[in-house]
């Protein structure tokens, strides 16, 4: 991965509506840039959550669970539809570093949204507040065990 490859216009039109939306701390258009069958990959889940309201319901909530959320660093892939967002925030009184790795389709729309999360005591206060909100949803999106 390189900083000087550039993404594919459409996609780089769908990461600039996701930054808009997390400076604004609004996800209502998030739905417009997510393909149907979009994959979330979560840092404390091994089975990935598969539909884009799964991904829109567990990208709704942590921007919710975080504070002090912010970006640092973008690097693309050189085939213009894979970035990885390096960013920090703060649940409750864990901070924490990660990475979401994003990929798009021709269309721009995300396909598959990876997150990395480390150290483990931040990893484990994401993964508590999570669970707590939402854990009576999440089981219906897992990818079941035929795919």
């Known amino acids: ?25 609004d996800m209502g258009r998030l739905p ?5 069958t979009a994959v979330f990959r979560s840092p404390m889940a091994f089975k990935p959550y598969v539909s884009a309201a799964a991904v829109n319901l567990i990208l709704n909530t942590v921007m919710k669970v975080f504070t002090q959320f912010e970006y640092h660093r973008t690097l693309v892939a050189e085939d213009g539809l894979n970035v990885v967002l390096e960013f920090s925030a703060m649940v409750g009184d864990k901070s924490l ?32 507040e999570m669970g707590a909100r939402l854990a009576a949803y999440l089981p219906a999106y897992k990818e079941s065990k035929a795919s």
């Open 1 to 25: 991965m390189t900083t000087s490859t550039a993404l594919k216009p459409a996609a780089a039109a769908s990461l600039a509506l996701w930054h808009e939306m997390v400076s604004l701390q």
């Open 97 to 128: 570093k990660g990475i979401d790795m994003i990929r798009f389709d021709e269309a721009g729309l995300i396909v598959d949204f990876e997150v990395m999360v480390r150290p483990l005591n931040g990893l484990q206060a994401l993964g508590a």
């Open 32 to 36: 417009t840039i997510l393909n149907d």
